[in-house]
């Protein structure tokens, strides 16, 4: 008879957006592998909140009191505080699941990711996104043959985005925030993750408000050797885009036929008649992101124990902050 494990005791710092997010995965899963430990946040009005909308939580007093009950923390926190709390939870034996970027620092972030071994790993969701599942399946498949280029664009009404307002004071700062951070970081990973290591940067960000994140952003560079041009612009959705909040695309192109993801969670093949056709399966992003978080969850419990898993690695999550610090430091005359 097999022995029942005991769920992992997740520790969660920070209870903004992604905090929260994280929280309903665990509450959402079918089998307990995870259970919420203990909770902490340094604003009292975050904490109250979770205590009152989620009962069961332990929100406790302060981060020690997350590392203490937890197996591994959750770091959710604004990323001028991934490290600390990231390194304590190390120091103290536990294992870490951390927000991206790993630190606003990049000598920072590569003595930490010299230092912390396996025991750390990075929420890249499409680590673990059925969308990006389908265009792995299609790429092994031979639909797109051999690759020849790879266009990256993101478009947003306003940044930020309306949901994210109440973190703006650090999402709109050049410092900590902007988009190039918060998502062309995510296609990056995936262009990382399904193309190879990425090189041959050239690029340039625009900050045209003193004080604000960058506006725009243009950048070639190849993924794997496959040729990469990315776009980021504010204020700028395409009249055609499904959200006119929030508009991405990552096609890649081949000798044999085109494959992109759409809008975080979309994939889609382009037929003879040029048009995109989506995967029998696919679902919108709304639907997309729980599955995906309890999939990443899976992915925590078997970094914890040691085992093999799918989320992204730290070494990974530090070459994409290398690219997109580059990109923000080359600012456009």
């Avoid at 430990?37 to 981060?63: C, F, M, S, T």
């Avoid at 004071?169 to 990973?189: C, I, Y």
């Amino acid at each position: 008879m097999t022995v029942p494990t005991a769920p992992l005791a997740l520790g969660i710092v920070g209870a903004g957006i992604m905090g929260e997010r994280m929280m309903n995965a665990v509450l959402g899963q079918d089998a307990p592998l995870v259970r919420i430990a203990a909770l902490w946040d340094p604003a009292p009005a975050a904490r109250e909140r979770i205590a009152a909308r989620y009962p069961g939580v332990p929100v406790v007093a302060d981060a020690a009191a997350v590392v203490a009950a937890s197996d591994c923390v959750y770091v959710a926190s604004p990323p001028a505080s991934h490290l600390g709390h990231a390194r304590a939870a190390l120091a103290a034996g536990r294992s870490v699941f951390c927000e991206k970027p790993l630190a606003v620092d990049l000598a920072e972030a590569r003595a930490f990711v010299a230092e912390a071994g396996q025991r750390g790993a990075v929420n890249f969701p499409f680590a673990s996104s059925l969308g990006v599942a389908a265009l792995a399946q299609w790429i092994a498949e031979g639909a797109v043959g051999t690759p020849r280029r790879l266009t990256i664009e993101v478009a947003f009404a306003r940044w930020p985005r309306p949901w994210q307002e109440d973190a703006a004071a650090w999402l709109d700062a050049p410092r900590e925030g902007g988009f190039t951070r918060e998502v062309v970081s995510h296609f990056l990973f995936l262009s990382r993750r399904l193309l190879g290591p990425l090189d041959g940067l050239d690029g340039h960000a625009v900050f045209p408000e003193p004080g604000r994140s960058e506006r725009a952003v243009e950048a070639t560079f190849r993924a794997g050797g496959v040729p990469v041009r990315l776009r980021g612009r504010v204020g700028e959705t395409p009249p055609d885009a499904h959200n006119v909040d929030d508009h991405n695309t990552w096609t890649l192109e081949g000798e044999a036929g085109t494959v992109r993801l759409r809008d975080w969670a979309i994939a889609e093949r382009r037929g003879a008649d040029g048009r995109f056709a989506p995967a029998a399966d696919a679902m919108p992003n709304e639907r997309a992101r729980p599955i995906a978080l309890r999939r990443q969850l899976e992915g925590v419990v078997r970094m914890t124990r040691g085992e093999p898993h799918a989320l992204a690695t730290l070494a990974e999550a530090l070459e994409v902050q290398e690219v997109v610090e580059a990109i923000l430091a080359s600012r456009a005359a």
